[in-house]
């Protein structure tokens, strides 16, 4: 077998990644020394918080899972520039094909050129932030828990208004707002650990995004304790608020539920707490909700042909859960992050475009007569006056609002796009 000789080129490309991969690192020093410091701290200090003979062995892993997951996401943002490189040639393939001189490929190679997916020293200090509060936080969940004497101090955050002479009972009740917290810390944890993917995948990770999550953080942890303080106001759940009775009944499920899912979307359940004071004390002023008859309806990617779970979740990941997002959408720059043909993503953007515009039951009627999606309905409406006329008649609109629509399509800029590139994709005429 001949062996495969590299050009001088592609080792000084693949030479300049790595060390470049290597600089990139330097930017994680803050967070492996702060690492260091606090771990060693801990150890140092455990007579302080430790006693018996095994407990060293709970600590230990507690302080391990600690680091651990305290420092994957700040991890996981150091490989989001791996992909660029492999997309970009993947568009670079076709630079010799009649593809190349479309809008849509011009664009999507202009964008990926130009997008800046390295980290550098404006991540320094956010993932850094991050961090340290993630760290903080799981070690006050793994190791301030187990011990009640850390609750015994009153705190405005963790007592709320209890009576603080109850003893046992205010001691109890400061440790089960503690275990709500908590929840509230893990559901944010696993919700921006996520998003953090997500925007990987989408070359879409910026500095001020772990700035947000970091605060993100902190605001569900107080609007969890919040809530637990004031649940007795929503529904018939003011049992689970009692020390006495929230080990017993369905209410220290439903705190825990709830402190869970105040994590995920902390924003959602400040906007309660807010109505139902404006409303208890009358000053509420904003206007009532539209009516759900007036509301437009949901468009899902079910409705286009051959969109099966699998590819629906594929194309979720990529921020597109509807077809109106779908219809958007540029195949340039699909293409190099799905594993589907070019042809293949065109019909899918072009069905999109046709559900967009005619919604559900007419898309149902143009289907009986092969017309699947815009680029079809463009050509029925422009080529043959009977033709016009079956399809103006499936979608209840006259003659003349048929040719109307014709025209609007070749107003819009999206619909243009996509008929250059579906003409660019035949094939040249031998």
Known sequence: MAAVTRSP???????????????????????????????????????????????????????????????????????????????????????????????????????METGRLVVDADYALPIFLYFFITFVGFVAIFLGYSRAQYFTPATVLLGGLQDRTQGASFVLYQLHTFAVVAMAFMGSYVYVLGRILDRINNNDLYPISLYYYTARIIIACAAAAVLRHAFVLFGNAGDAVLPQQVSTNIGAALLILVGFTVGFAPDLFILVMSRKAFQYFKIWGSRSEPDGKNLPRSLPLLMIDDLTREKIDRLNELGIDSAQILARQNPFVLLPRLPYDLGLIVDWIAQAQLYVLVKDKALE??????????????????????????????????????????????????FLRLHELAAALRPEAS
């Open 9 to 111: 080129g592609d080792i000084a490309v693949d030479l300049f990644d790595r060390v470049g991969g290597l600089r990139q690192l330097k930017w994680l020093l803050p967070v492996l020394i702060s690492l260091g410091i606090m771990v060693a701290l801990i150890v140092y200090l455990r007579p302080l918080y430790e006693s018996g003979e095994d407990a060293f062995i709970t600590t230990g892993f507690a302080i391990f899972l600690c680091a651990f997951l305290s420092a994957l996401p700040p991890v996981l943002c150091f490989v989001q520039n791996v992909s660029r490189r492999r997309q970009l040639s993947k568009l670079e393939s076709m630079q010799d094909l009649p593809l190349a001189k479309t809008t849509s490929y011009r664009v999507a190679k202009a964008s």
């Open 365 to 414: 009627s143009l289907r009986t007569v092969c017309v699947r999606n815009i680029l079809d309905l463009a050509i029925r409406l422009g080529n043959d006056d009977a033709a016009r006329k079956e399809i103006c008649g499936l979608l209840v609109i006259s003659d003349s609002a048929g040719i109307v629509l014709l025209q609007q399509l070749r107003e819009d800029p999206l």
